[in-house]
């Protein structure tokens, strides 16, 4: 059971109503990460945002998605697996390049190294090295990539942190955690 009430779109007002309507119509639901999230006018207008900028990134959808997978299956937030597994298949993925990306890894070399970039940011908390960023750089991201990553990165952390924290109910199909290594 959710920590905080999760907010219906239907019982909403305001900012809150509008930006709830524009998901609903988005999904064709409301997930119970944005009804939690709805408790806070502010952090709803900042994740909606980010997800809308990012969805227009240069990355692309397939890459964020396993960006997503990656921290999620990092942080244990078994919501953001799920969630991010479905949107992955939706963007085109197989479930096997999924549940890669979930440990970090990628059969494409390029990805790889943004997939261990990715993950090394988070078990460092952002305290990468000047070489970190050099290697993703050598392997073929450009610097508007790599910032966007970064950010890619920050936000899923706050999903991951709101579902974890708040114990979001998950209500998208369960995807098991990967141990990490």
């Not at 959710?2 to 509008?18: F, Q, W």
């Not at 988005?26 to 990460?33: E, I, L």
């Not at 298949?89 to 494409?108: C, N, T, Y």
């Amino acid at each position: 059971m959710s920590h905080v009430p999760l907010i219906d779109h239907n019982d909403a007002s305001g900012s809150v109503k509008e930006q709830l309507d524009q998901i609903h119509a988005t999904f064709g639901t409301v997930p119970t990460m944005f009804r939690a999230v709805a408790n806070s006018p502010a952090a709803l207008t900042s994740m909606w945002s980010a997800f809308g900028a990012y969805g227009g990134g240069t990355l692309g959808a397939a890459v964020g998605e396993q960006i997503a997978v990656a921290v999620a299956n990092r942080n244990s937030c078994e919501y953001c697996l799920a969630a991010h597994t479905a949107l992955g298949r939706k963007a085109g993925l197989a479930g096997e390049v999924l549940a890669a990306a979930q440990i970090g890894r990628s059969d494409d070399p390029k990805l790889s190294s943004l997939l261990t970039f990715v993950l090394s940011l988070v078990d460092k908390r952002g305290q990468v090295s000047a070489a970190e960023v050099d290697s993703v750089r050598a392997a073929g991201w450009s610097d508007e990539e790599i910032v966007e990553a970064v950010g890619q990165v920050a936000l899923n952390i706050f999903t991951n942190y709101i579902n974890v924290a708040l114990d979001v109910p998950v209500d998208f199909p369960s995807v098991g955690l990967k141990p990490v290594s």
